[in-house]
């Protein structure tokens, strides 16, 4: 059994949480900005250090190779993400990734060689907050999204992604497409409250939820908030805040597991006194079930339908991006629950609700994830944080579960 350098794993947590550190203790890194070329600077000198062989590939995916007894033998990829929200927390990506480090660190100090090779990886823009597509990197590298596309992904300010990557010096020329993988698993903070109501430090994620999203578009007519009568008003607001209602009490109708949020808003013409004749809001379903997120759909478009009805308004609604839910590989989960059982961490099993990189990777080698706990299930903010213990633990998790598929 491995066991991790816990000082050492701290004292890289810490030394990486000064880059782009925040005032409230947090993080504010985002993709491909000065602070983010900082943390893979960092990261590249440290794979350096341990006699690695970096590439960055062309959307900047940073990757290492530590060679295995085999070397013709498909590598274990291990890593996460180091960028951030722009008021982000520290454990978000950076925990997984120097989970990875640390275990790479814990093989080169005991002196352990395994059959095969393993990869460590930083993916690119795994946030989507700066360039808006999340989970960029690995999209990119599993053929899920092209390099061009990418690449001209502009921020707010117009400023283009394969700009930014050369600006940074992280333009790399090794070929994006996916190389043959044995296996891939990947350490990411829960941003639930599942493992930390039942008390286990780790979870094996067997899956991620399927997602479905709308945009919609209501249209009434603007008059005059005073002399117009209720009775003939076709006010857009109005019945999209009944549909936006009905929407939040969709879940209930559903499924345990289902979950329906708005998220954004916008009113035409957002004047105090007149009657709106535009409403659009996003719709965001998601279920482990394919099927409740189906019916989720239907029943958020007769809801809305029934809302525009009753206040005389007519509703676009357009579905814009759905991906079913997915399962990952039942060998590499048992793989993790057999770490946990070696490293005597308390775990359970359990789905994510959110999209990660080992999504994509999925697609390409067979994945699963290890999460340990949120406290307060919190995250992408500055108060999201997990005890120091559980990182612990779930790198000795994670270090052990990586040992055993590397001599498979
Ligand atoms: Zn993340």
New binding site residues.
């Given amino acids: 059994m491995l066991t991790i350098d816990e000082g050492r794993f701290r004292e890289s947590f810490e030394t990486y949480s000064e880059i782009g550190a925040t005032d409230a203790g947090g993080l504010d890194r985002l993709a491909l900005t000065d602070e983010d070329k900082r943390a893979r600077d960092r990261f590249v000198d440290d794979l350096a250090a341990l006699g690695l062989d970096v590439r960055i590939d062309e959307i900047g995916n940073v990757f290492g190779r530590r060679e295995g007894i085999d070397p013709d033998a498909a590598p274990v990829l291990i890593g996460?993400?180091l960028d951030s929200q722009p008021s982000g927390g520290r454990f978000?990506?950076q925990l997984?990734v120097l989970s990875a480090l640390e275990t790479l660190r814990t093989l080169e100090a005991e002196g352990v060689e395994t059959k095969r090779p393993i990869e460590i990886v930083d993916w690119t823009n795994?946030?989507g907050s700066r360039f808006q597509h999340a989970m960029l990197g690995s999209a990119v590298f599993t053929g899920e999204t092209d390099l061009e596309t990418a690449l001209d992904l502009t921020d707010d300010d117009g400023v283009r992604l394969g700009d930014e990557l050369e600006r940074i010096g992280y333009d790399g020329d090794y070929s994006v497409d996916p190389f043959d993988i044995h296996s891939h698993v990947e350490l990411?903070?829960e941003q639930g409250p599942k493992l930390e109501t039942h008390g286990n430090a780790v979870g094996v994620v067997e899956g991620v939820y399927g997602i479905a999203w709308l945009n919609v578009t209501i249209r009434g007519e603007s008059d005059h908030a005073g002399p117009t009568p209720m009775h003939t008003r076709r006010d857009a607001m109005a019945a999209a805040a009944d549909a936006v209602s009905a929407i939040g009490a969709l879940p209930n109708r559903l499924s345990a597991d289902a979950v329906s949020t708005v998220g954004e808003f916008d009113v035409e013409p957002n004047s105090i006194n007149v009657i709106p004749n535009r409403a659009t809001f996003s719709v965001d379903l998601r279920s482990y079930d394919d099927d409740v997120v189906d019916r989720a759909v239907a029943l958020a478009e007769s809801e809305i339908e029934a809302a525009c009805e009753r206040h005389g308004t007519t509703a676009d609604v357009e579905e814009v991006w759905r991906i079913p839910h997915t399962e990952f590989d039942s060998d590499v989960c048992d793989a993790v629950a057999a770490a946990a059982e070696t490293a005597g961490v308390d775990y359970e099993r359990l789905v994510s609700g959110a999209g990660?990189d080992a999504k994509y990777v999925s697609d390409v080698a067979p994945t699963a994830m290890i999460f340990v706990p949120s406290v307060d299930g919190q995250t992408h903010n500055e108060s999201e944080f997990t005890a120091w213990a559980d990182c612990v633990a779930g790198a000795n998790v994670y270090a052990n579960t990586v040992l055993s598929l590397a001599n498979e």
């Fill in positions: 996460s993400h978000d990506g997984g795994e946030e990411h903070i990660h």
